[in-house]
């Protein structure tokens, strides 16, 4: 599939990877020591809701727009804030016209202490992202292939800090390079963590990465979907997933919270949910939820697997 930045700006699969990036720099922000954060396929970093692309999908409508007016428990609203306050730190009067991509979203949430690394190779793309984060000393912009960054840049000197990896998902090597690249940099900078996005249109590549993961030995591993639509239409995003190496410890317990709530505002594919806290290593069952199907009749879901 195509997944362009400029297309699906807002939508709710943007919302979903949004709120758990958020949700990691919050926790990073949370210990004095400075962190780096890596974010391999960054985009343009600002999108017009107004633009060609962007009215021509409409996406946004039924994902951020839906969200700022949807009736959201406290708990939750506290969850969502620093993705949140980092969206509205983007407009003013009230108006909603300008999506921050994940690179706007990370600088917002950098301390003076921390770096940004964003990647983008395409030149119109590169070209924007550089326009709209410069003038910042914290932030480097890179016209590289976030494949080859997301190798070349672990670890960083901090050696605290994230790799976020986002792809257009154009080729159809990409669900492959999720597995090489990941692996290769978790060799590299074991203590890193590392938010890994894919889109859903059917289970079969969604779930050959997870299992590919599974065979890599990766030893903290939290797996988050969530469904807004059946999948098999070829021309409809119905999910989104995460895969999310050494994640903050309190982070899928967040996500128990933000998902459902997230899912109750877009609607839903499936009637019930999922949460599954395993012991170390888990039952086979258990195992095979992490490496293999989603459950089914099921909207959103959170797995970890720790060895």
Sequence with gaps: MNYRHEFHAGNFADVFKHAILCRILHHLRGKPAAFRVIDTHAGAGLYDLASAAAERSGEWHDGIEKLLSAEISAEVAALLA????????????????????????????????????ACELEPKAHLALARNLRGDSRVKILELDGWVALNAYVPPKERRGLVFVDPPFEAGSDFSNLVSGLTAAHRKWATGIYALWYPLKGRRDADLLARRLGRAGLPKVLRAEILVAPLGDPARLGGAGMILVNPPWTLESELSAILPALIRVFGGAGEAHFSSGLACGGTRTERSLMYGLFPQGRSWCVVPYWQ
């Design 82 to 117: 620093p993705y949140l306050e980092a969206v509205s730190a983007c407009n003013s009067g009230g108006r909603l016209r300008i999506y921050p991509g994940s690179p706007t979203l990370i600088r917002a949430l950098l301390r003076p202490q921390d770096r940004l690394i």
